[in-house]
């Protein structure tokens, strides 16, 4: 059977450190990142089936993500996490094709059952 | 507002305005102090493990509830002309603390040079080291550790920088070197340190500490150096002193010490750079020291026994006398394997000749003297007391959720004392333990699954005990799942006994879910059948992470969350959340007939908001006399048919056009749909009049004696039963004999905008059947889903963003309940008489609910 992918990125050390245990344990492939950057670099090399992203972040942010990860694999998903005051980008992330939203704090449960939702609706090429 | 504008107007208009706005004023202060207890419960929740947030969710909501309880001390000030500056000191002083550990500036206790054990956590492991964190933790779970205190590393530095010693320097210079030349080096630093002289200070402080140990006692004088038994420990690296007589502690402390500079350890250092504790700049060394106990016997246990992980099984290895001979490998040592879950049975054993065994000796220290011959072939530890021990490192297991190997020692009297713990280093493997779980889970019957919420996370495995009143909680044993109705905050007692929870009905916010999270013990509640599927005796699995529970005993789960997965409770969130609410939640204040209800003794914001609140109502009453003086006041009696004698005071459309200008009005005339609902569910057939008469005649005598002080205390002249009204709103403080109640309740057709809130507190009898009382209102508020805290005789619970119609009815259960207790606490003679009174409440009260709804159906 084919592994299913899920990158997280989150400048926030702890949203990885949570959910990667917690996503594992339902059979994904995870990886974490708390660098946009370095996020970035990863999903122009490699395709994920569900990419999990903080709306705002240093540097390039969760826009530039879901930007990057739609031009590429338009099959993947994007599930956001959005956070005090990002409502405005929230509005454009749903207009640029994000799949879902989650805000924070979040119920751990809830977001795997999101991801498992949205890896369901994924196709990679 | 300025205050000077309302004082050249006349007198009569003046006051009115000041009624009303001191009526706003409160308002608005009983809204924010909602406000607060919401966001105080809701970190609270945060704690169950179930939420992902982070440091933003932390300043976020610090901020909020810093501006809440602001602004509840402002509007009393503002009430009350000003009347509390020192609440608005203290309220500074609490809010210095919560931003200091935002911002990460950890304020440690005391002087800083000496830390009680019972104090000691693992907050404070920077100052006490990671040894007597862990000490004081167990401790707080109830488990016996030995009396003592903490030399901080704080002192330790002190020490050193007074005796001309400069640790990071040294540490640099020594790891240089090797061989000979660091033997030297290292000789010559510890030279320096035993002859060093204690500054008078740190002299002073370690003197009262000892003067509080008690005498006649000598001393155990352990090392708890940072990095020790963390992550990678320095074992066995840093000494110990047994048998310290207390005039010469600071010998001992002195050698504990130079141990620091051990070539050993400079060495371990210089090849584990990255272990925490291994940089120069980290040196530091905690001491800690304890009442010695005379040991029996003594030894160390292993939570799985690390040579055959696969057998399950807890391995103790116990000589007579002192454990020293067990720790160092000498002599003739019984050893036993235990199940790992209770009870506990022993599966194996393996008893030496034991020749020798290590005891106190009368000059100090300690020394070898051979056992008796009649009891060198006989097993060191019953059964019985093995089982114990195996309950106690089980417990500390699933506390630190990390297999332990835990130091121990049975006293003469037969009790088990941990004198160290830390976590036990066993490979078993991540992706092993991960297929281990994915092929055995599915072997096992699933229970309950996705039922109920998570209140706390974690896994664990016992047999399911029953509890539905107050004598099975006596027999509860210990290890056991507990399963209940009801989440009754009256089971928090038993919640460090068992090894898992899991009710039928219940919130995460409860009295139950906050105890269980507070000594992580896994918890699912409100799953709504667990007491029907779950039978008594049943051996279950409670996974909490999954929120499953299995039929049987699922060893490879267990397994896998000790070995898997770093703990969430030590994620640097979860740490900041848990010192965060250290500094917020306990509520220290109560009774405001006590001396201690005073500003000065308010230190958390939980203690702030209570004292404002307290004081606000009085202030009120206080408001109401001037405006009668003052001849007018939109306020008016009502006219009941019990003796309730209260006052109306209408704020905005509390009453109708009718009752205007009148003297008193008439239950009609209320257009205060909260007020009405309350009003009419006391006057119900048999809620006022429902007291049961056998009063016994200590707790007659009781209630004489606390009369006169209570009338005293809280006669206001103005009626002591208030309502401020308006058409949703009611603020009703009632005084029924010798209870105060006070309930709060905005009700409108927005189902996110109802709250409910209702605070209890009253006297008369002793103080344990007031609690008594308490747990009775905690037990009937949270069957009919309030979040109830409670501390002593005070009870405060909430409900909120009900329908309109759900909240109604909360209302007129408050309503029966207010009445069903106005003489109850008398009549709490017993625990047992807790459980029937709560049923008979629901017979007589609850049913009728049943009987309307089946009458509009």
Redesign the interface.
């Known amino acids: 059977m084919n592994e299913q992918r899920v990158l997280i990125l ?1 400048d ?1 050390p ?2 990885g ?3 990667k ?1 917690a996503l ?2 339902l059979g994904f492939v995870v990886e974490v990142f708390t660098k946009s950057r370095e996020a970035l670099k990863r999903l122009d090399e490699r395709d994920f089936h569900v990419v999990v992203t903080d709306l705002k972040m240093e540097g390039p942010d969760g826009l530039e993500v879901l930007g990057l990860v739609k031009r590429r694999s338009p099959g993947s998903q994007v599930i956001m996490i959005t ?2 005051g990002s409502f405005e980008q929230a509005r454009e992330a749903e207009a640029l094709g994000a799949y879902d939203f989650v805000s ?6 809830e ?1 795997c059952k999101r991801v498992v939702k949205a890896a369901k609706k994924a196709v990679l090429e | 507002m300025g205050w000077g504008d309302y004082f050249f107007r006349p007198k009569k208009r003046r006051d009115i305005r000041h009624l009303k706005d001191v009526l706003n004023r409160f308002r608005e202060l009983i809204g924010l102090n909602n406000t607060a207890l919401e966001l105080i419960a809701d970190m609270g929740e945060k704690l169950s493990g179930d939420y992902v947030f982070d440091s933003q969710y932390l300043r976020q909501v610090t901020a909020d509830l810093e501006k809440a309880v602001q602004g509840v001390v402002h509007n009393l000030n503002a009430m009350s002309e000003g009347r509390y500056p020192k609440l608005l000191d203290a309220f500074e002083t609490a809010r210095a603390g919560v931003r200091a550990e935002l911002d990460g500036r950890r304020a440690v206790p005391g002087a800083g040079f000496v830390i009680r054990l019972d104090e000691a956590s693992q907050d404070l492991s920077d100052a006490t080291g990671e040894k007597m964190a862990t000490l004081g933790e167990l401790g707080r779970l109830g488990l016996k550790v030995p009396d003592g205190f903490v030399v901080t590393t704080h002192a330790c530095r002190t020490f050193l920088e007074s005796n001309g010693i400069d640790a990071e320097r040294a540490i640099e210079e020594l790891s240089s070197l090797a061989g000979e030349p660091l033997e030297k080096a290292s000789d010559a630093i510890r030279e320096r340190i035993r002859k060093g002289i204690p500054p008078p200070l740190l002299r002073k402080s370690v003197q009262e500490a000892l003067s509080r140990l008690g005498k006649g006692r000598t001393l155990a004088v352990r090392s708890s150096a940072l990095g020790e038994d963390g992550t990678l420990s320095f074992a066995g690296l840093y000494g110990t002193v047994l048998n310290v007589a207390p005039p010469r502690f600071f010998e001992a402390y002195q050698e504990v010490l130079s141990g620091l500079f051990g070539p050993q350890v400079v060495s371990y250092r210089a090849k584990q750079p990255r272990v925490a504790g291994a940089a120069p700049k980290e040196t530091g060394m905690a001491v800690g020291c304890m009442t010695m106990v005379p040991a029996r016997a003594g030894g160390v246990c292993y939570s799985l026994n690390p040579s055959s992980p696969e057998r399950e099984c807890i391995v103790i290895s116990a000589s007579w006398g002192l454990g020293k001979l067990v720790v160092e490998g000498e002599g003739g040592v019984d050893q036993f394997e235990l199940a790992r879950t209770a009870p506990h049975q022993v599966v194996s054993r393996r008893i030496a000749r034991k020749e020798r065994q290590c005891v106190l000796s009368r000059a100090g220290g300690v020394a070898l003297e051979p056992v008796p011959a009649e009891r060198q072939a006989v097993p060191c530890m019953s059964d019985e007391a093995l089982s114990r021990l195996a309950r106690i490192v089980v417990k500390t297991e699933a506390y630190f959720r990390r297999f332990q190997d835990v130091e121990w020692a049975l006293d003469e009297a037969g009790e088990i004392h941990v004198l160290q713990a830390r976590p036990l280093r066993i490979l078993l493997g991540k992706d092993r333990c991960r297929a281990d779980v994915a092929s055995a889970v599915g072997r096992y019957p699933v229970l309950l699954q996705g039922r109920g919420v998570v209140a706390c996370r974690g896994i664990a495995a016992g047999a399911v005990f029953h509890v539905a009143r107050e004598e099975d909680m006596r027999r509860f044993p210990a290890g056991a799942v507990l399963v209940a109705k009801h989440t009754s905050p009256r089971l928090s007692r038993l919640v460090c006994e068992a090894s898992a929870i899991v009710t039928g009905v219940g919130a995460v916010t409860g009295h139950l879910a906050t105890v269980a999270r507070e000594f992580r013990t896994p918890a699912i509640v409100d799953t709504g059948t667990a007491t029907r599927v779950l039978k008594p005796g049943m051996r279950v699995t409670v996974d909490a992470e999954e929120n499953i529970v299995y039929e049987g005993v699922v060893p490879e789960l267990i397994r896998a969350q000790l070995c898997v997965a770093d703990p969430y409770e030590d994620a640097v969130e979860f740490r900041l959340l848990r010192r965060l609410l250290r500094r917020i939640a306990p509520l220290h204040l109560t009774t405001p007939d006590s001396g201690d209800f005073r500003p000065e003794s308010c230190t958390t914001y939980h203690d702030v908001i209570r004292f404002a609140h307290e004081m606000a109502a009085t202030e009120i009453a206080t408001s109401l006399d001037a405006g009668r003086a003052g001849g007018e006041l939109p306020a008016v009696k009502l006219d009941l048919p019990i003796p309730l004698d209260l006052t109306v005071v209408d704020i905005g459309e509390g009453l109708n056009a009718a009752a205007a200008g009148k003297a008193k009005a008439r239950l009609e005339e209320v257009a205060c749909a909260p007020l009405r609902i309350m009003l009419e569910s006391l006057l119900e057939p048999g809620v006022w009049h429902s007291e049961p008469v056998d009063i016994d005649f200590g707790g007659f005598m009781s209630s004489l004696t606390r009369t006169a002080a209570m009338d005293a205390a809280s006669m206001g002249s103005a009626g002591r039963n208030i309502a401020i009204v308006s058409a949703n709103y009611m603020n009703l403080n009632l005084h029924l004999g010798y209870h105060f109640n006070m309930v709060d309740v905005y009700l409108s057709g927005v189902r996110n905008e109802n709250y409910i809130y209702f605070r209890f507190l009253g006297g008369v009898t002793d103080i344990t059947r007031r609690s008594r009382r308490a747990r009775l209102l905690a037990d009937i508020l949270e069957r009919n889903d309030f979040t109830v805290e409670m501390k002593g005789d005070l009870v405060v619970s909430r409900t909120k963003k009900m329908s309109t119609e759900e909240m109604e009815h909360r209302l007129r259960v408050l309503g029966y309940l207010v009445g069903f207790t106005r003489q109850l606490d008398v009549l709490l003679q017993t625990e047992e008489k807790v459980d029937e009174y709560v049923e008979l409440f629901e017979d007589r009260f609850l049913a009728r609910k049943r009987d309307r709804e089946e009458g509009s159906a």
């Open positions: 989150d926030e702890t949203v450190e949570r959910l245990p594992e344990k956070g005090y924070k704090p979040f119920k751990l449960e977001l």
